[in-house]
């Protein structure tokens, strides 16, 4: 395993979120993760994240390992989406300020693997709302929890040690990395055997509930907030359910 190489990668994008927000005002440290393609289910993406999920070969014949990394937003910016039922304008620009952030940390990645000999595939994605069902071809929330960035909340995303308040990105490539090891414990605390629940009343569509996630009542929301903040980019955002929670920033603690 190239061990070298990863610490580099782990620069690198902590290094494009620095350079970004040099202020630190936007995000938090990233966290980055590893997983060898033959250490873990990705064969199994199509039955947990969707029928038409691709596999890491599609997007790189070849492939051997899969690279996820985790940007936190910070409080201010999280905590500006707080209160009411629309998303804020700090938490819409951010989510697309992140967006592009995460492309070009693909492409830096890309270079460094590159020069050392290797090939990448990055799955590049703009939102489109004609998929089949709204569920997306490439699940970054499905890729970082197989390189052992978290575990799932109620709110089906996932819970890092930095918390749920962030993006994901995540690519594919040739070069032979380690694999993070998955947490040892759940990090949502009703998983762990708790009452929780916040993130479901959160919702201001109802979208989320004890019993299932509706996906159209969720992008109804997003489109809500896309026309209520008006901004050059498409700010199709809500983030209701990951703000004013016990997961928001870290791993919660529950004592039995």
Same mark, same amino acid.
């Given at each position: ?41 990705? +064969?199994?993406?199509? @039955? ?11 997007? #790189? ?23 009411? @039922? ?11 300020? =992140? ?15 590159? !020069?050392? %000999?290797?090939? /990448? ?6 939102? +489109?709302? =004609? ?12 890729? !970082?929890? #197989? ?10 995303? #996932?819970?890092?040690?930095? $918390?749920?308040?962030?993006? &994901?990105?995540? #690519?594919? =490539? ?18 762990? $055997? $708790?009452? /929780?629940?916040?993130?479901? %009343?959160?919702?201001?569509?109802? !979208? &989320? =509930?004890?019993? +299932? ?10 489109? +809500? ?16 359910? &990951?703000?004013?929670?016990?997961? @928001? ?8």
């Amino acid at each position: 395993m190239d061990y070298l190489l990863e610490s580099q990668i782990r620069g690198l994008v902590q290094g494009c979120v620095r350079r970004s927000d040099p202020e630190r005002k936007i995000w938090r440290d990233s966290l980055t993760g590893f997983a060898q393609i033959d250490d873990r289910p990705f +064969d199994r993406l199509r @039955t947990w994240a969707g029928e038409g999920h691709l596999l890491p070969d599609d997007i #790189l014949p070849g492939a051997e390992s899969v690279i996820s990394f985790f940007i936190p937003f910070t409080e201010e910016v999280t905590c500006s989406n707080n209160e009411g @039922t629309m998303a804020s304008k700090d938490w819409g620009e951010t989510y697309v300020r =992140t967006r592009d952030l995460i492309e070009e940390i693909g492409f830096e990645i890309t270079s460094i693997l590159e !020069a050392g %000999g290797f090939n /990448c595939g990055v799955h590049q994605e703009r939102y +489109d709302s =004609t998929v089949k069902d709204l569920v997306s071809p490439w699940s970054h929330r499905h890729i !970082a929890w #197989l390189c052992g960035l978290g575990s799932f909340g109620r709110n089906n995303l #996932l819970i890092t040690e930095a $918390g749920c308040s962030g993006r &994901l990105g995540s #690519l594919v =490539t040739d070069a032979p990395l380690s694999t993070t090891p998955m947490p040892e414990a759940e990090y949502c605390i009703e998983k762990q $055997g $708790g009452s /929780c629940g916040v993130c479901i %009343g959160r919702c201001a569509k109802g !979208a &989320l =509930t004890e019993e +299932d996630y509706d996906r159209y009542s969720c992008r109804e929301q997003c489109l +809500d907030n896309a026309a209520n903040l008006k901004g050059e980019d498409l700010m199709d955002v809500c983030g209701k359910c &990951l703000t004013k929670l016990p997961c @928001t920033f870290r791993v919660p603690v529950f004592s039995r």
